[in-house]
Structures are given as C-alpha cells and as structure tokens.
C-alpha cells in the first residue's frame, strides 16, 4: 500500500512545527511498510488533488494566511470537490480558520474557502496555553497547546472533542475543532500528531480506506512513550 500526502505551502504555514505533523504521518506509514510519500506546494505551483490521498494545512500569520488564500481562491473548486469525496484534511490553526467562510478582523473581513461552514472572528485577547480535549473518536485525550486570536464557530457542525482544560474554539471553553467528511480542523499544534499518535493513525486509516475502498485495520504500534507523555500532561493540568 502507499499514501500521497499533500502539504501545502510549507515556506508560508509552518508557524508551529507543522513539518513534525508530515514527519510523523510518513514514519507511523513506513513503520506499517506503507510507503508515505510528500509533495510539497509552493505559491503558484499547480496542485491536482486527485493524486492526493492526505492534504495538511498549517498555521501561519495573518499576512500569510492572505497570500494562501489568494492563491487558494483559484482551487477552490477542486479543493471542495476533494473533501466532498471523501478526501482526508489535516488543518491547522490559521489553516483551519481558511476552510471556513471568512474570517472578520475588526473592519476587515478575509475570505475563506468555504470549504467547510464555519466562519472565524478575531477577539480583544489571543487564547494561549496548553489544551486537553475529550473526543469521541478516542479514549485517550487528545492533548496540545493553542495560540490564536480568532474564535471559531462551526455552526451545526461537529466538533474534533470537548475541552477539559484550555480555550478551544472561543473564549466559552467548550467545544474544539471541527470533524467534516475525512476533514479535521483544530487550533491543537506543538506539532499535533507526535503528541497524539491515535489521531495520527485515524487520518492514515481514514486515507487508506478511501483510496483501497475497504476496511482497513492498522498494525499496533508500541506507543508507551506518548501514552507516557499524555498521561503525564493531563495530570499536571488536571
């Protein structure tokens, strides 16, 4: 079995170690003999989404997410028609706030992709710190640590869990992410998935089965180190 992943503008959105989430895919893949390969985007490169079995977003400034989306807005036909079949998103932070309607700040609104229906506001105060979410996905946590200044609605959407410790999508403290089809958008970086290998092997699993159309059951990894560090964490900020 192999994998395409997709990162897109990795020069623009890498504000938070977003290389570690491409990493981690690629090694959780080999581990298994699954052979991970990336294809890295620039500006203006041309991007054919049907070669493509995981796209990830990453974080980046307000003035980056600009140029992104300017470039985006041409794709965006393709881009929706990749995530309504079915292919798998990793987003992240400001590539999170891109797959929404827009994202207002102050008197100026950006506009997204709409890819998924959420949209973005930007408060008084930036949300940081460490951050513990409980997914329905997973029965371990899901732990890391968000920085950002937008609040994030996503309607009648599902949300990636609920927060135990930490912000989330708002300052309301409730609910963090967003779970659309085989997309996950989150405000969760340090990168993500080392801290989380569960969800690591979720986006993986998620491709392989759109890709092969069948089931696909994952070989068990040793993960007693990250269990180890989650466990620890989530003590510290209980």
């Known amino acids: 079995m192999e994998l395409t992943i997709g990162h897109l503008y990795p ?7 977003d290389r570690g989430n491409i990493r981690c ?14 294809k890295e985007f620039q500006l203006h490169d041309s991007i054919n989404f049907h070669e493509l079995d995981i796209v990830l977003l990453g974080g980046g400034s307000d003035r980056e997410e600009r140029l992104v989306c300017d470039e985006l ?37 950006l506009p ?10 930007q408060g008084e105060e930036r949300l940081i710190g460490d951050i513990i979410i409980h997914s329905d ?19 009648n959407n599902k949300p990636l869990g609920k927060v135990y410790k930490g912000f989330g999508n708002t300052d309301a403290r409730d609910y963090e992410g967003i779970c ?16 989380n290998p ?7 699993q998620k491709a392989l ?24 964490i989530c003590e510290r900020l209980h």
């Not at 020069?11 to 170690?17: A, K, P």
């Open 198 to 204: 569960m969800l690591c092997d979720y986006v993986l």
């Open 73 to 109: 807005t041409a794709i965006r036909d393709d881009f929706k028609e990749y995530v309504e079949q079915d292919g798998v998103v990793l987003a992240i932070c400001g590539g999170y706030q891109l797959l929404g309607s827009y994202y207002q700040m102050g008197d100026e609104v």
């Open 11 to 17: 020069d623009l959105l890498n504000l938070y170690g």
């Open 112 to 121: 997204g992709l709409g890819l998924v229906d959420l949209y973005t506001k």
């Open 25 to 38: 895919l690629v090694k959780r893949a080999k581990w298994r003999g699954i052979d991970a390969s990336v």
């Open 180 to 195: 659309y089809r085989n997309v996950i958008g989150t405000y969760l970086h340090g990168p993500l998935l080392p801290k």
């Open 137 to 155: 996905l997973f029965p371990m946590p899901i732990t890391g640590f968000e920085n950002h200044g937008g609040r994030t609605y996503i309607n």
């Open 209 to 232: 089965e759109r890709k092969y159309q069948k089931p696909i059951t994952l070989e068990q990894l040793d993960d007693t180190a990250e269990q180890l560090a989650n466990q620890y």
